[in-house]
């Protein structure tokens, strides 16, 4: 059964790095982890996009450990318009589907 | 601007009686989605499109219909709209399509079925 975990919640204060672990299982080996972000009365942002080990962006990391069942994102020194909900999306090419997970809710303090 | 157009933004209509959301992007993509936000329950996928005159139901199609007799729409159909459905709904477009590149998503639409 395809499935993508994440956090609830996370808080964190200006200045940090904030990692969010997002859980899935049954992924093939060119299937996609995409990470969005979303603020309130918006559709969600694109952040950044993998298959394998890391990649990197002007705004994010992106970690896969080779046995693919998670992957975090990175937020280096976050500021307050960080604050907001992050998704991953799975792609789960073996059963033709897509996977949101629920949504981590990250609040970040002065 | 690139960017994915949805109407209405806000919707609030009674049990029974057949709607339209449309949806528009004007970036030439091949594939475009429906998606159902709901508290606890993230993004769920209704229906996509590969190219024109090509759908697929997502995972929560039941109640819904969709078409694509042009690129740039995707309107989403309710026809008979049930209290279950109220929820908040995104439209995407991306290049390529099903998690394989970025999408862009519309401003959402709040659907309230009473």
């Known amino acids: 059964l395809a499935k993508t975990t994440q956090p609830i919640s996370m808080d964190s204060y200006e200045g940090q790095e904030v990692n969010i672990t997002c859980s899935h299982n049954n992924i093939a080996t060119n299937d996609y982890i995409t990470w969005y972000q979303q603020f309130p009365s918006q559709g969600p942002r694109f952040i950044i996009q993998g298959y394998k080990t890391k990649v990197t962006n002007e705004v994010a990391s992106l970690f896969i450990p080779a046995d693919r069942k998670s992957s975090t994102l990175s937020l280096p020194r976050v500021s307050l318009s960080d604050t907001a909900v992050y998704y991953c999306?799975?792609?789960?090419?073996?059963?033709?589907?897509?996977?949101f997970g629920s949504g981590t809710r990250l609040s970040i303090r002065p | 601007e690139a960017q994915v157009t949805q109407n209405p933004r806000y919707l609030i209509t009674v049990t029974g009686k057949k709607l339209t959301v449309t949806c528009s992007q004007n970036?030439?993509?091949?594939?475009m989605s429906w998606y159902r936000q709901d508290p606890g329950l993230g993004l769920r996928q209704i229906y996509y499109s590969m190219n024109v005159e090509v759908t697929d139901k997502g995972d929560v199609p039941e109640g819904y219909k969709v078409s694509r007799k042009e690129k740039r729409n995707f309107p989403l159909i309710l026809e008979s709209p049930s209290p279950n459905q109220t929820s908040l709904y995104f439209c995407?477009?991306?290049?390529?399509?099903?998690?394989?590149?970025?999408?862009?998503f519309g401003q959402g639409t709040r659907l309230t079925v009473v």
């Open positions: 970036m030439n993509h091949e594939y």
């Open positions: 995407a477009s991306s290049l390529e399509g099903q998690g394989r590149d970025e999408a862009f």
């Open positions: 999306l799975v792609v789960y090419s073996s059963a033709s589907k897509i996977i």
